[in-house]
């Protein structure tokens, strides 16, 4: 008989059952959010302590993916001025009403979030890219770019 590797077993297993193990979880995590909730922060901040560095370097990764994804979705460039330096752009809400813009728990998207929401909702013409001066001047400017006055 050759030898039995438990890791690779339960691999196996896993990839088999892949369905039923993963419906079991969602049930037991269903029935106890609370425990799971603590479980889960419990995990992650220690996650974070021992990995600090590694963390915050993948955090780094994961926002720059997405951003590069939304940037090239609308065009990669301002969409005012015509700046194509992706250090100076950033997501603009078209109609002025990103303070409206809230998730369930009443936070504002930003960073990550954002570009995630834009990219499931198939980059809705809601949203444009401007560059921060034209994203300030329109700010500040009751919505409207200074550059679009002149």
């Not at 419906?23 to 425990?35: A, D, G, H, T, V």
């Not at 409206?100 to 909702?121: P, Q």
Request: net charge positive; proline share 2%.
């Amino acid at each position: 008989m050759k030898n039995f590797n438990k890791k690779e077993w339960f691999k196996k297993y896993r990839k088999e059952n892949k369905a039923r193990i993963d419906q079991k979880l969602k049930e037991w995590k269903e029935k106890n959010k609370e425990k799971y909730g603590e479980y889960q922060k419990k995990f992650q901040s220690e996650r974070y302590q021992k990995n600090k560095e590694q963390f915050v370097q993948e955090q780094l990764t994961r926002t720059a993916k997405y951003r590069n994804i939304v940037y090239g979705a609308y065009g990669n460039i301002c969409n005012c001025c015509g700046e194509t330096n992706s250090m100076f752009l950033t997501v603009d809400h078209v109609n002025n009403d990103g303070s409206k813009d809230k998730d369930k728990n009443g936070d504002r998207y930003s960073g990550t979030s954002l570009y995630i929401r834009i990219i499931k909702a198939n980059f809705p013409p809601e949203f444009q890219i401007l560059c921060y001066n034209c994203n300030m001047g329109k700010a500040r400017n009751k919505g409207v770019c200074p550059h679009k006055i002149q």
